[in-house]
């Protein structure tokens, strides 16, 4: 089955803890993204990468940090720079940056 | 800066209503525009995506439509069902991103 997996599905932080969130696709896809998502807001971009060793600055990066050492794979970490982490966040792909994204389940992050 | 608006922010209706989501933008310099589906709890499904030379783009009981020009964009919903219940959101593509709306949270009455 092609798609996107996110794990885990939950996690509890501690505050002043480091947590990395896993993104996987195996749809061969370019262009990957972090989204974060609060109570009845929409989403907001943290960081997306193009290309494999090559990732951007979305509209709120502070607190957070991310690699692309592989095209599968963009993991996020939240750093205890981040002052508010809880949050539902979302990863995405798309063939190229600009086209269609698809997305996976989420990870919802809650601090203690 | 881009801001795109999706109103109403909540929406009930009776079974078998047609309906229209609508969503704005501030920007026309989009290349497309993408609407999703969001399940409490769950990630985001792609109903449509139109492209900035398109008008249009239809799937089964959905019709999204797309005017640049005037910074608009609707999803029709036609003989809404129960299971049609859930969030919808729009985004519009540009600079390799997506600027997303706050969602209309619709709910479909037996």
């Known amino acids: 089955d092609g798609g996107i997996t996110q794990s885990p599905k939950y996690l509890f932080r501690k505050e002043g803890q480091n947590v990395t969130l896993s993104c996987e696709q195996n749809l061969n896809h370019d262009a990957m993204y972090w989204y974060r998502q609060d109570p009845g807001q929409g989403l907001r971009l943290i960081y997306y990468s193009q290309i494999v060793n090559d990732f951007q600055k979305g509209d709120i990066a502070e607190g957070y940090s991310v690699s692309r050492e592989k095209k599968e794979s963009f993991p996020l970490t939240v750093t205890s720079a981040q002052k508010n982490p809880t949050a539902f966040y979302l990863c995405a792909s798309s063939i190229v940056a600009g086209n269609e994204q698809f997305f996976g389940p989420g990870t919802r992050l809650t601090v203690l | 800066k881009q801001e795109v608006t999706q109103i109403p922010a909540a929406l009930s209706v009776p079974e078998g209503e047609n309906l229209v989501l609508n969503c704005s933008f501030t920007?026309?310099?989009?290349?497309?525009l993408q609407w999703f589906r969001q399940d409490p709890g769950k990630g985001l499904t792609s109903l449509l995506l139109i492209q900035s030379s398109q008008r249009e783009q239809t799937s089964g009981r959905l019709n999204a439509s797309l005017d640049k020009s005037s910074g608009r964009s609707t999803l029709y919903i036609a003989a809404s069902q129960p299971g049609d219940s859930a969030t919808y959101l729009c985004?519009?593509?540009?600079?390799?991103?997506?600027?997303f709306g706050q969602g209309t949270e619709l709910s479909v009455k037996p």
């Open positions: 985004a519009a593509g540009q600079g390799g991103k997506l600027i």
């Open positions: 920007d026309s310099a989009i290349y497309n």
